[in-house]
């Protein structure tokens, strides 16, 4: 194998494992998105898996659940999109375009 082809696949190696080591830390990264002044907040990772859902006792309406729905909804919406941000935001980072691979 010539030379320049070593230092393709050494560079190619080096990027898979820097696309790997990104995306344990976006699966490790957490976003706040929050609905109603912070009545509902969903926590999203950086991979756009959301991990956690707060909800304040004032948001419950038993007459209204279905504006809770609606709060819960924003709240998720809001963070996944953080997520993406985030996620895009680190690919652009290392150079590389965004939502390469499926990735978020």
Same mark, same amino acid.
């Given at each position: ?53 707060? #909800? ?15 709060? #819960? ?32």
């Amino acid at each position: 194998m010539n030379r320049q082809m070593k230092q393709m696949m050494a560079q190619a190696q080096r990027m898979q494992q820097e696309m790997l080591r990104m995306q344990d830390d976006l699966a490790e990264a957490r976003v706040e998105g929050t609905a109603a002044d912070g009545m509902v907040t969903a926590t999203v990772s950086g991979a756009g898996e959301l991990v956690g859902l707060s #909800i304040s006792p004032g948001a419950v309406d038993p007459d209204d659940v279905e504006m809770l729905e609606d709060m #819960i909804l924003v709240a998720v919406r809001n963070a996944v999109e953080k997520s993406r941000e985030m996620s895009q935001e680190r690919m652009r980072d290392m150079g590389l375009p965004g939502m390469l691979g499926g990735m978020q």
